[in-house]
């Protein structure tokens, strides 16, 4: 089984990250002077979409693998947490996020879909969810983790960075993404937000399986 790519457009009909070839495609085909290129990593993706695309161009992306004494340097998850995830099919495109619990995988929360959100916005909602969910049963010592470093960011920013543009189609997202982010100011929370370590630990239990 072909492992799953994201597809940064630096220069197209639209620009960002894409997590399927045919809508990447649609962006640059026939597009003068498009500028592309596919990852393996959703972070580097992400990361990539924010810098240049000559920063890029001809140079692997492909992430080696990982011998098991560079595996050992990351540890073990702990499994008494939770994790969260976020899915989105275009970008903007169809998402929704979920938690689960880390040691079984079991779901203890959904949301979605929303009709035109982003990955990023995702990430953002399902850690302040877990996060105000935790706390609300007195559980403020579990860790959550997720596998976003910009959500993680913006976690500590108390603000969702996002550029996404919104309408009618998407006013029930900016919304959520309001109270989350008053949420953040009006509250403290305890919890440990933790770097799931894909590289060494493989998908985020929280991942929704569609790659």
Same mark, same amino acid.
């Given at each position: 089984?072909?492992?799953?790519?994201? +597809?940064?457009?630096?220069?197209?009909?639209?620009?960002?990250?894409?997590?399927?070839?045919? *809508?990447?495609?649609? !962006?640059? /085909?026939?597009?003068?002077? *498009? !500028? +592309?290129?596919?990852?393996?990593?959703? /972070?580097? *993706?992400?990361? *990539?979409?924010?810098?240049?695309?000559? /920063? +890029?161009?001809?140079?692997?992306?492909?992430?080696?693998?990982?011998?098991?004494?560079?595996?050992?340097? +990351?540890?073990?998850?702990?499994?008494?947490?939770i994790s969260v995830d976020a899915a989105c099919s275009g970008n903007p495109g169809k998402m929704e996020y979920r938690g689960v619990l880390t040691h079984n995988k079991q779901q203890i929360f959904i949301k979605g879909p929303f009709k035109k959100g982003t990955n990023n916005i995702g990430e953002f909602l399902a850690l302040v969810h877990g996060i105000a969910l935790l706390k609300s049963k007195n559980k403020e010592d579990v860790p959550i983790y997720s596998d976003s470093k910009i959500a993680m960011s913006w976690i500590k920013q108390k603000k969702c960075k996002t550029n996404l543009h919104f309408d009618a189609t998407n006013k029930d997202l900016l919304e959520l993404i309001r109270r989350a982010e008053n949420w953040l100011k009006e509250n403290t929370y305890k919890n440990p937000i933790l770097k799931w370590e894909t590289k060494a630990w493989g998908e985020i239990p929280a991942d929704f399986g569609r790659k």
């Open positions: 089984m072909s492992k799953k790519k994201f +597809y940064v457009v630096w220069n197209g009909r639209k620009t960002g990250v894409f997590t399927s070839w045919n *809508a990447c495609k649609k !962006q640059i /085909d026939g597009f003068e002077g *498009a !500028q +592309y290129k596919s990852f393996t990593n959703l /972070d580097e *993706a992400e990361i *990539a979409a924010t810098k240049k695309y000559e /920063d +890029y161009k001809g140079k692997n992306t492909k992430k080696p693998t990982l011998s098991s004494a560079e595996k050992a340097k +990351y540890g073990s998850p702990n499994l008494e947490s």
